[in-house]
């Protein structure tokens, strides 16, 4: 039990892969562990990365499934006594086009990308080492729907005392809204990706605020950021950035250097911390 290790979870293509290579070859001196959902497509990845003399090493992970999330709590603590930096990077979105009812998307959505975040959270953050960083990938999606959410509802959501058990239950609310087919009239923005990114930013300001009380000391740190609008399947070929451009940022705020005290519990773009 030895070593440093970082997780990426989401990570056979798109920014996932990209932000493993980035850590990679920015000298991380440990194993980097790519997660996915399939088997094949993770250990291909992981192979991609072997041949340019990296150290990855591949688990499978599915985020909507909690059990799955502790199978590689087990697999970490056994393997290297902890966890030093937790990449929260797979998500979905549905295509514009999507034939499915926006209740069912807004279901789907918010289960992988705030519920699973959060599950993945609630697995291995009791298995963080000190000076851990924390780094979820949101979008620039979520500031914009926010802005379009009621001024009630962006009260609720810009609340610096709000609770996870708070925020579960607006996410909640929205889904059920989406599936009644009334959440505009409640005052949601019409975007399933955009509530669910809204989710995990406002988690991410939670979950800091957290770790300053229950790990104090500790030095960990744990920030949300946007990596901006990416060329990967999900995001499509005409957006502006490389999946390499795509994660600077997660890679920075993953290699913040041991002593730093900032930024914590922000929202960034570009490097930068931008105000929620």
Not at 71 to 83: A, I, S
Not at 224 to 238: E, H, I, L, Y
Request: charged residues 25%; proline residues 4%.
């Amino acid at each position: 039990m030895s070593g440093k290790v970082a997780v990426v979870t989401g990570a056979n293509k798109g920014i996932g892969l990209a932000v493993v290579r980035a850590v990679c070859e920015a000298g991380f001196d440990g194993d980097v562990v790519l997660t996915a959902r399939s088997e094949q497509l993770g250990r291909e990845a992981v192979q991609q990365i072997r041949a340019a003399g990296h150290r990855a090493v591949f688990h499978q992970l599915d985020i909507t499934s909690k059990s799955s999330a502790l199978e590689l709590q087990r697999f970490l603590k056994n393997t290297y006594g902890g966890l030093d930096v937790l990449i929260n990077n797979a998500g979905i979105a549905y295509k514009n086009n999507a034939p499915e009812p926006f209740g069912e998307q807004a279901e789907v959505t918010m289960r992988t990308n705030f519920w699973g975040t959060l599950w993945v959270c609630q697995a291995l953050f009791p298995i963080l080492k000190p000076n851990a960083r924390v780094v979820n990938v949101s979008s620039f999606v979520s500031k914009r729907s926010l802005d379009k959410c009621s001024p009630e509802l962006q009260a609720k959501l810009r609340d610096p005392a709000i609770t996870e058990e708070e925020l579960c239950s607006l996410m909640n609310e929205f889904v059920a809204a989406a599936k009644r087919g009334d959440h505009e009239s409640k005052g949601w923005a019409n975007t399933a990706y955009g509530i669910s990114k809204v989710g995990v930013t406002v988690l991410s300001m939670i979950q800091a605020r957290t770790l300053t009380k229950t790990r104090a000391g500790e030095g960990i740190l744990l920030n949300a950021c946007n990596p901006g609008w990416v060329r990967t399947d999900m995001a499509g070929q005409s957006a502006d950035k490389t999946p390499e451009e795509g994660a600077e940022t997660p890679v920075y705020l993953a290699l913040l250097p041991e002593g730093a005290k900032e930024p914590h519990g922000r929202f960034l773009s570009d490097k930068k911390v931008e105000e929620w």
